[in-house]
């Protein structure tokens, strides 16, 4: 048989592998085979979810463990050499490889990208690791005292995590960066995708070469500095210690700080007991906080310690003409988004539920003179979303969201953990209230089911390791203001409710990384979004998942644009024990709120008793294949999709009928992000298989169950041209398309199932039929036949 007739997979067997491994490269520890580097995107439709492909590499040829060089992309002998190389190309670029090379069984095509070269090889020609190598460390210039910090080990023992692909390019490149000298780096990454297990594996690379001997990571909350040194780095026990009261030990190597703690009062610094020069290396974790404004107090500590290396790591770098991640740390070393995460299935994609209430719509003024529930009359204006909670509280507009959150949980799962975003802290204390009385019977139960989480709240912050612990079942429902905006790793948080105002994009971003966590083993698979405040807006904002603009302070003949207009952001904050601002409103429980003392008789909020709420509005949107929200209904988006591959249903019926395995129609159309199991249950048509199915929804054909067919080809004696065995083995056949669908008879491992085993043997059945590939005709037929009419 010529090179023409055998498959991509014989290519790679006989010809494109012994190439490489005669060239010198170790198949079990420097060759990965097929190697896929992403999970698969979750696809979510109402409640159902699925994986897409993965995506993968034909090899990849690593010259030390987590140090690849190449990839290499085959094709069989209906291509020309080098058709792989676009998409070896597409492969490199995101797995941070330098050279990439086609094949199909006749020699290579090898591009160097770093250079741009394109060469063709003979299959003898392919280069050896040290060969590769060698060129590498000409392309990049790399010197010795470089190359020992490049190759300081990543920290391993068995059953330890490996990094994931873009986990190590983050490590790899800041690496790098540090030893080429480059003392202020940022690396920015989604919520949820391991930035502690990066910073770890930097900090360890760099302690391990010698290059950094004394190192310092700070953070701004203590639950952050406790779940690193419980987490991640704990590998570094003994050479390790948290600074606290104020005593620094100077015999450690590995320190971890607050912000708050080394900065103190102004002459009494913590941080003046070590000299300037103590520390090498200096990490600052969610780095947009604090230290980004230039005139923080906290910025000082880094200034202090200026001849360190600072690497910045945050999933929002923030850019306002106040502070500026990018003016201090430089562009990103490495940038990995929460779109690229969820597309590549390493975190969970979400759903909103949009509800808009009929005061938020509408507004609300009141009628002159009237006044509230404490005898305040209420100015005359119309209030609109941004001042309910924080001017003006409408009792039944509380009501109506805990009432709303509830009958999702109960649709859903009372136990599903849930945390509520409020305006301030007396908007807190007043929504657990109200979702205590919506929920009497689970709080009766344990008084823990829903509890206030807030920076003045000792009770509550107490809890906040059980709510985050997916072991632990309480507390459920989390109501909070500011504390839980960021840095909070709940994995299992699987409800998201949006009930302040947002005008803050790193704000906003921080918050919806609350529930990106993937937890499958749990459960957990996406998150829910619900949104009274329209503040899933900030979606279709560009600047959701881009790149922020640097803001430049413009000098006295600089043409002036207009600045965006003032957030609500700041105003009555309360600052917490954990060093976290939240707004702090003002207690009612039984006394009239305290006046605000400018000369008038006006209290800070007005609360209203006497006022009703309604819904006006709910919507569900799901986030498609390319990160947008889909705002049609789950059949009208199924309908398109379809017809996307499918113009017609002529062209359907001709692809249906020519597939080998119809199972291959549905999982390219899964991949669009199709999910007919999510239709089928939407539509109450669980009898409907997949063809019924999509004929139905995308060229209103009417439908036939599953059992209609198969009793079609019973009474079309289609069976009779079998006997014996093989008429038993298509009548079992017939039965078990007709219980579980078409992508059950397919795959010949069918015939090990009990209802077979009763026939014969696997071998025995498909001996009745004259072989394998003669049953394999026989079962696309019997297909054919069922799909005859």
């Given amino acids: 048989m010529g090179k023409s007739h055998l498959s991509e997979e014989d290519i790679k067997a006989r010809y494109i592998t012994p190439a490489i491994t005669t060239a010198g490269w170790d198949l079990n520890k420097q060759v990965r085979l097929e190697y896929a580097f992403t999970a698969g995107r979750i696809i979510l439709r109402g409640n159902i979810t699925a994986r897409g492909k993965q995506k993968r590499a034909d090899y990849l040829l690593s010259y030390k463990n987590n140090f690849p060089l190449a990839i290499v992309e085959a094709k069989d002998q209906n291509h020309p050499v080098g058709a792989g190389l676009q998409q070896a190309i597409e492969y490199a670029r995101v797995l941070d490889v330098p050279y990439v090379y086609a094949s199909n069984g006749e020699g290579f095509v090898e591009q160097n990208l770093l250079t741009g070269t394109v060469r063709e090889l003979k299959l003898s020609e392919f280069p050896a690791p040290e060969a590769l190598y060698q060129r590498y460390r000409e392309d990049k210039g790399i010197d010795g005292a470089k190359e020992k910090v490049m190759f300081a080990p990543y920290y391993y023992v068995p059953n330890y995590k490996t990094p994931r692909y873009y986990q190590r390019v983050a490590i790899n490149r800041t690496v790098e960066a540090v030893a080429n000298g480059q003392n202020r780096v940022l690396v920015v990454s989604a919520t949820g995708t391991g930035k502690t297990f990066m910073t770890f594996q930097i900090i360890y690379r760099l302690w391990k070469s010698g290059l950094k001997k004394k190192i310092l990571f700070l953070a701004d909350r203590n639950v952050l500095l406790d779940q690193t040194i419980t987490g991640d780095f704990k590998p570094f026990c003994g050479k390790m210690t948290k600074v606290q009261h104020k005593n620094l030990d100077s015999s450690y190597e590995i320190y971890l700080a607050l912000y708050q703690q080394l900065a103190g009062d102004e002459g009494e610094e913590t941080y003046r007991q070590f000299q300037p020069n103590f520390f090498d290396l200096i990490v600052i974790d969610e780095c947009h906080r604090g230290s980004a404004r230039e005139e923080s107090a906290w910025r000082k500590v880094l200034d202090y310690f200026t001849a360190a290396t600072h690497i910045g790591c945050t999933a929002t770098p923030i850019e306002t003409k106040d502070a500026s991640s990018f003016t201090y740390f430089g562009e990103p070393i490495y940038e990995y988004s929460l779109k690229q995460g969820i597309d590549d299935g390493f975190l969970a994609p979400y759903k909103v539920i949009r509800i ?18 404490h005898g305040y009359v209420i100015e005359d204006r119309e209030y609109n979303i941004k001042d309910f909670d924080r001017n003006l509280v409408i009792d039944d507009r509380t009501r109506v969201v805990a009432a709303k959150i509830t009958e999702f949980l109960k649709k859903t799962d009372r136990f ?40 003045d709240n000792d009770e509550g912050k107490a809890q906040l390791e059980n709510f985050i612990d997916e072991e632990s079942c309480y507390p459920v429902i989390a109501i909070t203001s500011k504390l839980m905006t960021t840095g909070v790793d709940a994995k299992m948080c699987k409800l998201i409710v949006l009930e302040n105002n947002i005008n ?24 829910t979004i619900m949104d009274f405040r329209n503040a899933s807006r900030l979606f279709a904002d560009p600047a959701f998942d881009g790149q922020p603009e640097v803001v430049i302070d413009l000098g006295g003949d600089d043409p002036v644009i207009d600045p965006l207009p003032p957030t609500d952001e700041g105003e009555g904050d309360v600052i917490g024990g954990d060093g976290v601002k939240e707004d702090g409103g003002d207690f009612v429980i039984g006394d009239p709120p305290p006046f605000v003392d400018d000369g008038d008789d006006k209290p800070k909020k007005y609360y209203l008793g006497d006022i009703t709420v309604r819904v006006l509005s709910e919507r569900v949107q799901y986030v498609d294949k390319d990160g947008k929200l889909i705002t049609e209904s789950l059949i009208d988006y199924t309908r398109k999709n379809i017809r996307n591959q499918f113009s017609n249903l002529d062209d359907f019926l ?36 997949d063809f019924d199915l999509i004929c139905h929804i995308a060229y209103d054909k009417a439908p036939l169950t599953k059992k209609e067919r198969a009793e079609n080809v019973r009474k079309r004696h289609y069976l009779y041209k079998y006997s014996d065995t093989a008429k038993q083995v298509i009548e079992a056949l017939l039965d078990k398309y007709a219980n579980d669908g078409i992508g059950e008879i397919e795959d010949t491992k069918v015939l090990q199932l009990t209802e077979f085993a009763k026939i014969g043997s696997p071998m025995k059945i498909v001996k009745a039929f004259g072989g394998k590939k003669a049953y394999l005709e026989a079962v696309m037929e019997l297909e054919n036949e069922i799909y005859y009419a």
């Fill in 654 to 689: 001709r692809s249906w009928t020519k597939a080998a395995k119809k199972q291959a129609i549905i999982e390219a159309l899964k991949d669009d992000g199709v999910l007919l199991e999510a239709v089928r249950e939407e539509m109450g048509q669980t009898e409907l298989d």
């Fill in 504 to 527: 803050s994009m790193t704000e906003f971003k921080q918050i919806i990384g609350r529930g990106t966590r993937l937890l499958e083993d749990y459960g957990k698979t996406y998150f």
């Fill in 356 to 373: 808009g209430l009929d005061k938020d719509l509408e507004g609300y003024r009141p009628e002159l003179g009237k006044v509230d529930k």
């Fill in 416 to 455: 599903s953990k849930t945390i509520v975003f409020c305006v301030d802290i007396e908007h807190a204390e007043r929504m657990r209230q109200a979702l205590i009385n919506e929920n009497k019977d689970l709080y009766a139960q344990n008084d823990r089911y829903i509890m206030r989480i807030t920076g």
